[in-house]
């Protein structure tokens, strides 16, 4: 080892024992909430018993629910949130209906429109009377001392934790990146996926979206498909019992408790005032308030798809599962998913954004495969050139063969381009100054059918592979099942290793078949031939080369290490012009489909060239990418 690398080497080793010791004294704990204590403004905007709550349709209908409820027969109300304009609207619309508390959990904060829009309208229901709390993992939340001391200041109805920040600050610096990785890989890996906004015990929203621009259609240049659901009912005694068990969690950290805030909060700077928002784009801003607020446009698109149904259950894991992992109520949420798919039938309607299978969830689809009258399995996932995760991808396309004849799935992987996801974002980039906004005068089901006829992270590191097309581009994100038309289940939870071991994940299941029903037909939207390339086995050009080929490709794919066969059993596939979507079994099935190759529309680049290491050598990373 040279002289260089040992410096460095040496100079980690002594960062990482330096920052693990530097935790903060009670002292300096009790000097900051003192500071705090007297310097935050107690001054309320509102003097009102029910402190200023504008009346809110979504809020009154759930409060109509648990009146409605008994233990033997639950009444829920519950909305899909799939376009990002009513998901956004319902979120302020319930923010601003609170009258007594308000409770947010998330994996991602930015300070971007949607995340700057969303914090401000919290500090202001706080500055009426309302008890506010937020809960937001650390690494990828924030990431501003200076804005945590702004919050820590803000009303002292508000508060604010980080979930299993990294040396005990809200900064992460590459340097501590790398220095958690080696001292304490397991906690630092571990991380709180959960996503929950949750409004007086009574409403709830779940699902996969964060706090940044790019999960509500509101980035430029690359955007997520994703997907929420709101339920009223009973069901938000549990999502409050969830936030109340992580709330309460050695990992959930005051901004006092964390050092670099705690410096920022006892330095002799002046007292930081609440900023206004600075947005990048203030009309579309202005819309979305206003429509909010607009009695019309929240009946059309958040009261009228509303559905009543009976049984609803919130699922999330403990606080830290990895800290007990032989503990069944640890894995709560992800056990229960197994056993969902378990049971099916007649068909598996899965999306995710990561087709990276656990041991446990190879063997349910194995198993149900190998059945007499096995389910339909139908996947909709990422191809390479819509996710931002190539190097997960990487392992997806390394099992493809077991995926589709092990397994039976049938996977379609979402286009970049896909003009079903682009009509959602012309739906939320409308400018306010428009004269006939669409979004405002059109229904739901105008949108559908238009749609039809034109038919999150943050850091530089996960930016998507480049392309040989321009455009807007699309990556999915959501994370849903449907499982023979009797129930559907919404969340954060991946499919995927990482979901299942390392992060902590939530989300509902509504047993109600118009509800699956409906689900399904959004997912169904998604894998339209103009929005996804199908997965298919290659044709056999040469009858004994091709057997001779797969055989290789098969022993180099259950190669641990060294899987550098680079002539798949599967490619891509797009639609003929005048042909009938078919299944990969359909004997015609080649003479309607074309190969468009295993990693369509991406250039070369760097990103293409490590999928492809990934593929050969990253097996061993499987269960922490």
Not at 191 to 207: A, C, E, F, Q, Y
Not at 547 to 553: L, T
């Amino acid at each position: 080892m040279t002289q260089p690398y040992r410096t460095a080497l040496f100079s980690l080793l002594a960062a990482v024992l330096l920052l693990q010791g530097c935790t903060l004294s009670r002292a300096q704990i009790r000097r900051a909430d003192a500071v705090v204590a007297a310097t935050t403004d107690r001054q309320l905007s509102c003097h009102q018993a029910d402190h200023c709550a504008v009346p809110s349709p979504l809020l009154e209908a759930a409060d109509q629910a648990l009146a409605e409820s008994t233990p033997e027969h639950p009444v829920h109300v519950v909305t899909l949130l799939g376009d990002s304009e009513p998901a956004l609207a319902a979120r302020v619309n319930l923010i601003r209906a609170a009258r007594e508390t308000i409770d947010v959990q998330t994996y991602i904060w930015d300070q971007d429109d949607v995340g700057q829009l969303v914090l401000n309208e919290l500090v202001q229901a706080a500055r009426r009377g309302v008890q506010v709390r937020i809960l937001a993992d650390q690494l990828f939340s924030f990431d501003s001392p200076d804005v945590l001391d702004e919050l820590a200041h803000a009303s002292p109805n508000l508060k604010v934790r980080l979930y299993n920040p990294t040396f005990h600050k809200a900064h992460t610096p590459p340097l501590d990146f790398a220095a958690g990785i080696l001292c304490c890989f397991m906690q630092f890996n571990q991380r709180m996926h959960n996503k929950l906004l949750l409004v007086d015990d009574s409403i709830g929203i779940t699902g996969g979206r964060n706090y940044q621009d790019r999960y509500f259609n509101w980035d430029d240049t690359f955007d997520y498909v994703d997907r929420d659901v709101m339920i009223g009912g009973p069901a938000a005694k549990q999502m409050a019992a969830s936030f109340a068990l992580f709330w309460q969690h050695k990992r959930a950290v005051p901004l006092t408790h964390l050092r670099d805030v705690n410096q920022r909060i006892l330095s002799d700077r002046a007292v930081p005032a609440w900023p206004t928002p600075h947005y990048r784009r203030p009309l579309r801003v202005a819309q979305l308030l206003q429509s909010a607020e607009d009695p019309a446009w929240l009946h059309a698109w958040l009261v009228a798809p509303t559905l009543h149904v009976g049984k609803v259950e919130y699922f999330s894991d403990l606080p830290a599962k990895t800290d007990k992992p032989d503990k069944k109520l640890a894995l709560d949420f992800t056990r229960h998913i197994m056993r969902l798919v378990q049971g099916a039938k007649r068909e598996v309607l899965l999306q995710t954004p990561y087709l990276v299978m656990s041991r446990r969830a190879q063997h349910i689809f194995r198993v149900l495969h190998r059945g007499d009258d096995p389910p339909r399995i139908i996947v909709s996932t990422n191809s390479l050139a819509s996710t931002d995760a190539f190097a997960v991808y990487a392992m997806s396309y390394k099992h493809r063969k077991r995926y589709l004849t092990k397994f039976g799935f049938e996977i379609h992987e979402l286009k970049p381009h896909a003009p079903g996801p682009a009509v959602d974002y012309e739906l939320a980039n409308l400018d306010a100054d428009q004269a006939t906004p669409p979004l405002a005068t059109s229904s739901p089901a105008n949108a559908s059918r238009a749609r039809l006829h034109l038919l999150g992270h943050s850091r530089a590191s996960n930016r998507p592979a480049p392309l040989l097309t321009e455009g807007r581009r699309f990556g999915l994100h959501a994370k849903s099942i449907v499982v023979d038309d009797d129930l559907g289940m919404v969340g954060s939870h991946n499919f995927d290793p990482r979901s299942d071991h390392y992060n902590t994940e939530s989300g509902v299941i509504v047993y109600d078949h118009a509800f699956a029903d409906q689900l399904r037909t959004t997912i169904l939207r998604d894998i339209e031939p103009q929005n996804a390339w199908v997965i298919g086995p290659r044709q056999a050009v040469v009858p004994v080369l091709t057997d001779i080929n797969q055989a290789i490709g098969t022993v180099s794919e259950n190669l641990p290490l060294f899987d550098l066969w680079p002539f798949r059993y599967a490619t891509s596939y797009d639609l003929k012009p005048g042909c009938q979507p078919m299944r990969i079994t359909n004997p015609h099935f080649h003479d309607c489909y074309t190969p468009v190759g295993d990693f369509p529309d991406v250039d070369l680049s760097p990103k293409l060239i490590i999928t492809r290491l990934v593929t050969a050598f990253g097996v061993g990373a499987k269960g922490i990418l």
